[in-house]
């Protein structure tokens, strides 16, 4: 698997998938799930409703991931995780590296071989953008899977720095 690191908008990735750092609801929000639907318009929220009704009738829970069609964004595919909310009283690195596999597994139920991936939980989740660094590349690098190019889609410089010195 080759890991790449690049700094910018994960909408304009030109991937078999991108992941959504997604809130349970699947109903949209704001940081980079607000992005992905407005660029990639109301066939992807469509989609997200029916999964909502038809399996997650409670939300999507935390460290699991489910994919749709992309609208019309240049990916295939968007496969929407759910982090965990950062914690100082509880360890979530599980949750959170649970993300990055779980999305890679169903990358690879899709037929995927390159999938693009925001900082996930690193914004309105409030994870330390360096110890999410540490989980995400971890996780990555240790997940068993036919994925062959993994594309972290860092937005802004403080991110890019935090995961280019862990890896
Ligand atoms: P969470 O709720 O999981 O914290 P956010 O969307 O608030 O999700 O933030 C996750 C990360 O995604 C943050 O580092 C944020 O800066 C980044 N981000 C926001 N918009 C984009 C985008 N268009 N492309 C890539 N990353 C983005």
Not at 5 to 13: A, S
Not at 30 to 37: F, L, N, S, T, Y
Not at 54 to 76: D, E, H, I
Request: charged share 25%; net charge negative; aromatic share 6%.
């Amino acid at each position: 698997m080759e890991i790449t690191l690049v700094q910018g908008d994960i909408t304009e990735q030109r991937v078999d998938a991108i992941v959504n750092a997604a809130n349970s609801s699947l109903m949209g929000g704001g940081g980079v799930d607000g992005a992905i639907h407005r660029r990639g318009g109301p066939e992807i929220l469509e989609e997200c409703r029916k999964l909502r009704a038809a399996r997650y009738g409670k939300g999507l829970p935390a460290g699991q991931a489910v994919a749709t069609t992309a609208g019309r964004l240049p990916a295939r595919w968007v496969i929407h995780t759910v982090g965990p909310v950062h914690s100082t009283s509880e360890d979530r690195s599980e949750l959170l590296a649970s993300c990055y596999v779980a999305s890679l597994r169903v990358a690879e139920e899709l037929g995927a071989g390159s999938v693009a991936f925001p900082a996930i939980s690193t914004g309105i989740y409030g994870w330390p953008m360096d110890d999410a660094a540490r989980i995400a590349l971890d996780a990555v690098r240790r997940a068993d899977t036919s994925v062959e190019d993994v594309r972290f889609v860092l937005f802004d410089r403080t991110a890019y720095t935090a995961f280019e010195s862990r890896l």
